[in-house]
């Protein structure tokens, strides 16, 4: 008993006390609890008592999904589950490494259906299986699958294909509801039915995105638009248009408020009272319409004379429920391909796919017939396609590929299907037989006849007490009583010609899209006697679809969900023991858990798995090369895959030396577990990771070898480019210097030879004749030799007296009034030998800038000493020049 310490419980005391006891059964061989045990294989003993306590225990623990083998059995909770459904959880299933280590469920399944396909492993195709009884939660479990493919088969890569999955995703969601409406209906033991059985192929390209879909259907119960049994209802689109019309819509189709429908809505009310809203909603004639229904057309006689017979009430009301079925049937026909002309994808666009099966499940009611016999017939051809494919196949095939098994007895439901459609007498037959015969036939006749030639079978049943005529079939499911009474006009479906040309002449368009007005559709006159063709009855026609699907499932790698009812209230946390082990016994699940736990559902071919897994010998520790061994490059080399058991044996011994793994070599085919296949799978995508790193190694040493070599080309292009451009370079300054010198040479021996023939021309002229000064005497050695240098540098002077930039102020005005020979105005400014004291005009060399002082040199442009002022004539040369630039008007 559990104390309270300061307001708390001592929990995490019981819980240690929980969690001790639980290692101390673990470590004593204790069982685990029944809620833990995720697969039935690990329930030990495997009875159905033991199978039995650990689906109740998980279901009462809201645990719903449990693994059982090679099948997945779904409890349905008969509540909502929100959280058990959601994006998040089936994205989480889909990046899981190993999904079978998380919980069971139903994305498990689909994950590994997905793989199958990416992995490429023959079949490719695959094909889920959901069975079970009315009400076990079918539909809701092939949606839910469809959201997980939808989900997973799009593209995160690539926006556009993306949006392509996206949309195809929601066609394919958004169509489930419009066929539920025309194809469900409420029924004694599930309120959502599905009257039809569908097949879904859900097309992935080869990037295994999804690119389409198409939607196939068997068997539409249509006899439910105009015959229900009590408790029973219609299908569900009648009851949604009369709760969500509108006003204008209910005037238009004739449903007023609170009025009561059926097809004859009152005893005393005549067949006119309805026809003519008929006739108005079907855009025909009333009268034409009213003459159809009660006129019936035979033609007789060696020149087909043509009479018309008056019906009978029964009559007339069996052609008024034909009429109501053909179209109701056309209508959903077409609506199914309406929903494959906007979800299909082209046959070039897709090249594989996963199909999902749901039909209806086993149905027992108090009042069976035709439509319950051939529902129970293709849950037994279901349930005979697992035998056979998990069951029988593989214990036998384990047998002949020469591993050593012991077989395990199963239930196998042949001669049931013996019963039902085997040959030469079978209950289809005789059935179908009764319909070519065209003669009135009794229901007690067709018990009798039943019974006559199938007695003794050991799986058809007798039930002598029966106020009715009938017959018992004993399926795998258990015991089906079917009345005969009807079963003959059910399965002859008849449809008068009549009433196909009367509703091509419907002015309805969606009628004339329903019954063109095609010559090659037109049916002839009803024949009569022994010009009657051969009837293809509704057996007929569903046992060929039967085998077309079944074809399917044998091309691909099927998988396996069976659905149980935990009881029939579809109330939740309820768990009725008797109608579970009913279920669990008709569908043999403890013999597929014994077959499980001990057989290998996985087979590969020699080729095959050497073709897929030879690589995990590279796996293998590295070893000294031996020149006898097979393999001297430390099993790098490929082989050819080999067939022989012996050299197979002999490669698998090195596979298994790199990756421990529980395989069986047979004869022809390897046969492994799921978890060897999910070990040899990631040891397969481990080597490849290798392979693939030491790709991008190679690519990434390339790579930066090529960039190096490129970045040193580029240098060396970029020194070659960068030395020419400095070599032009040169070329073009060399070039202007070169002209610059020669330039300056010519300027400067031109003045030169323009300064000596000044010079030599004034002094031939003053020269002799001039009487030297009294004051005058001879210079010493440097005054003469700096007379020398300012005889060189006297153009510098004048290029700076005549500058437009340069010195400014007095200092320009000095050098203009020394190069013009003018008297110096003020005794303070810079000395400045002038023409009174010195022949010859002066030559101003200034000094850098900042300096106030002033060298003055004689210039050598000398004319006549003895003259105070330069004559007009004896000015000549530079001197002219720098006369004129120095006038009043210049200066």
Same mark, same amino acid.
């Given at each position: 008993m559990l104390q309270q310490v300061n307001g708390h419980g001592s929990g995490s005391a019981a819980h240690s006390g929980e969690s001790l006891r639980e290692d101390l059964q673990e470590l004593l061989g204790g069982e685990v609890p029944p809620q833990q045990l995720n697969d039935l294989t690990k329930v030990n003993p495997v009875t159905l008592e033991t199978v039995l306590r650990c689906l109740q225990a998980r279901y009462m623990a809201d645990t719903f999904y449990t693994n059982a083998g090679?099948?997945?059995?779904?409890?349905?909770?008969?509540?909502?589950?929100?959280?058990?459904?959601?994006?998040?959880?089936?994205?989480?299933?889909?990046?899981?490494?190993?999904?079978?280590?998380?919980?069971?469920? /139903?994305?498990?399944?689909?994950?590994? =259906?997905?793989?199958?396909?990416?992995?490429?492993?023959?079949?490719v195709n695959q094909s889920v299986v959901v069975s079970g009884e009315s009400g076990a939660g079918k539909t809701w479990t092939s949606r839910c699958l469809m959201k997980f493919y939808a989900v997973v088969a799009a593209s995160p890569t690539s926006w556009e294909s993306h949006k392509v999955a996206e949309r195809i995703e929601q066609r394919i969601l958004n169509s489930n509801p419009v066929m539920e409406a025309f194809g469900n209906a409420c029924t004694l033991r599930n309120s959502n039915s599905s009257r039809f059985g569908k097949f879904i192929q859900l097309q992935l390209n080869g990037a295994q995105q999804m690119t389409g879909a198409a939607v196939q259907t068997y068997l539409?119960?249509?006899?439910?638009?105009?015959?229900? @049994?009590?408790?029973?209802?219609?299908?569900?689109?009648?009851?949604?248009?009369?709760?969500?019309?509108?006003?204008?819509?209910?005037?238009?189709? *004739?449903?007023?408020?609170g009025a009561a429908f059926s097809w004859l809505p009152h005893p005393e009310r005549t067949l006119e009272g309805s026809v003519g809203t008929s006739a108005l909603l079907l855009g025909l004639p009333e009268d034409h319409l009213l003459e159809t229904l009660q006129i019936r057309t035979i033609r007789a006689g060696r020149g087909q004379q043509v009479f018309q017979k008056p019906c009978s009430q029964a009559e007339c009301n069996t052609r008024r429920d034909c009429l109501a079925k053909l179209v109701y049937a056309r209508l959903f026909d077409w609506l199914v391909s309406v929903i494959n002309s906007s979800i299909c994808a082209a046959p070039d666009s897709w090249t594989t796919f996963i199909g999902l099966l749901d039909v209806y499940g086993f149905e027992s009611f108090p009042n069976n017939s035709l439509e319950q016999l051939c529902i129970n017939y293709a849950n037994e051809k279901l349930q005979q396609h697992f035998v056979a494919h998990y069951l029988r196949a593989?214990?036998?095939?384990? @047998?002949?590929?020469?591993?050593?098994?012991?077989?395990?007895?199963?239930?196998?439901?042949?001669?049931?299907?013996?019963?039902?459609?085997?040959?030469?007498?079978? /209950?289809?037959?005789?059935?179908?037989?009764?319909?070519?015969?065209?003669?009135?036939?009794?229901? @007690?006749?067709?018990? =009798?006849?039943?019974?006559?030639?199938?007695?003794?079978?050991?799986?058809?049943?007798?039930?002598?007490?029966?106020?009715?005529?009938?017959?018992?079939?004993?399926?795998?499911?258990?015991?089906?009583?079917?009345?005969?009474?009807?079963?003959v006009e059910k399965n002859k479906d008849p449809v008068p010609p009549e009433l196909t040309r009367l509703l091509q002449q419907s002015q309805d368009p969606l009628l004339k899209v329903l019954f063109p007005a095609d010559p090659e559709d037109k049916s002839q006159e009803e024949p009569s006697g022994q010009n009657r063709a051969p009837v293809l009855t509704v057996v007929s026609k569903f046992k060929a679809s039967l085998e077309q699907l079944l074809q399917v499932l044998h091309g691909t790698t099927p998988h396996y969900i069976r659905c149980i009812k935990p009881n029939s209230q579809a109330q939740a946390q309820i768990f009725h023991r008797e109608e579970v082990l009913s279920q669990l016994e008709a569908c043999g699940l403890v013999e597929t858990i014994h077959i499980s736990a001990a057989g290998f559902p996985i087979r590969v071919s020699h080729r095959n798995f050497m073709e897929r897994y030879q690589l995990l010998r590279r796996l293998r520790p590295a070893i000294t090369p031996s020149p006898h061994g097979p393999y001297p490059d430390g099993g790098r080399s490929e082989c050819p895959p080999c067939t022989e058991p012996a050299t197979l044996q002999g490669l698998l011994q090195q596979i298994l030396h790199a990756l421990p793994a529980p395989l069986h070599c047979g004869r022809t085919k390897v046969f492994m577990t799921?978890?060897?296949?999910?070990?040899?799978?990631?040891? *397969?995508?481990?080597?490849?990771?290798?392979?693939?790193?030491? /790709?991008?190694?190679?690519?990434?040493?390339?790579?930066?070898?090529?960039?190096?070599?490129?970045?040193?080309?580029?240098?060396?292009?970029?020194?070659?480019?960068?030395?020419?451009?400095?070599?032009?370079?040169?070329?073009?300054?060399?070039?202007?210097? =070169?002209? /610059?010198? *020669?330039a300056w040479r010519e300027w400067r021996i031109r003045m030169a030879f323009l300064a000596s023939e000044e010079l030599d021309g004034v002094e031939e002229k003053h020269s002799p004749h001039a009487p030297c000064s009294p004051g005058s005497s001879p210079l010493p050695p440097a005054q003469t030799r700096l007379q020398g240098a300012i005889t060189r540098l006297w153009p510098l002077g004048l290029a700076l007296a005549n500058a437009a930039v340069g010195v400014h102020g007095f200092q320009r005005k000095l050098v203009v009034f020394a190069c013009l020979q003018l008297p110096v105005g003020s005794p303070r400014s810079c000395a400045v030998q002038t023409a009174q004291e010195q022949a010859g005009v002066l030559s101003i060399r200034a000094l850098p800038q900042g300096s106030i002082r002033f060298h003055c040199r004689k210039s050598p442009l000398r004319y006549a000493d003895t003259c105070p002022g330069p004559s007009p004539d004896s000015v000549t040369g530079f001197n002219q020049i720098l006369l004129e630039r120095h006038r009043p008007g210049h200066v």
């Open positions: 090679c099948t997945l059995v779904a409890m349905n909770p008969f509540k909502p589950v929100p959280q058990l459904y959601s994006p998040e959880l089936m994205r989480e299933y889909h990046a899981a490494s190993q999904p079978q280590t998380l919980k069971p469920h /139903i994305f498990t399944v689909g994950e590994q =259906t997905y793989r199958n396909v990416k992995s490429l492993i023959e079949p539409l119960e249509k006899t439910r638009v105009a015959c229900q @049994a009590p408790s029973e209802r219609n299908f569900h689109i009648f009851y949604q248009i009369y709760k969500g019309a509108h006003a204008e819509e209910r005037v238009r189709w *004739r449903l007023p408020e593989q214990q036998e095939e384990y @047998a002949v590929e020469g591993l050593e098994w012991s077989f395990v007895s199963y239930q196998d439901n042949q001669p049931c299907l013996d019963l039902i459609e085997g040959s030469p007498v079978s /209950i289809c037959s005789l059935i179908n037989e009764e319909c070519r015969l065209n003669r009135p036939s009794s229901a @007690a006749q067709l018990q =009798t006849r039943i019974e006559s030639a199938l007695t003794g079978h050991p799986r058809l049943g007798h039930d002598r007490l029966s106020p009715e005529p009938s017959f018992i079939v004993l399926h795998y499911a258990g015991p089906v009583r079917y009345r005969t009474a009807g079963l799921d978890s060897t296949l999910e070990l040899l799978e990631r040891g *397969r995508a481990q080597v490849l990771e290798q392979c693939a790193r030491r /790709i991008q190694r190679g690519w990434r040493r390339h790579r930066c070898r090529t960039q190096a070599r490129r970045r040193w080309a580029a240098v060396l292009i970029q020194a070659a480019v960068r030395s020419w451009l400095t070599r032009k370079h040169v070329q073009q300054l060399h070039a202007a210097a =070169t002209v /610059i010198k *020669r």
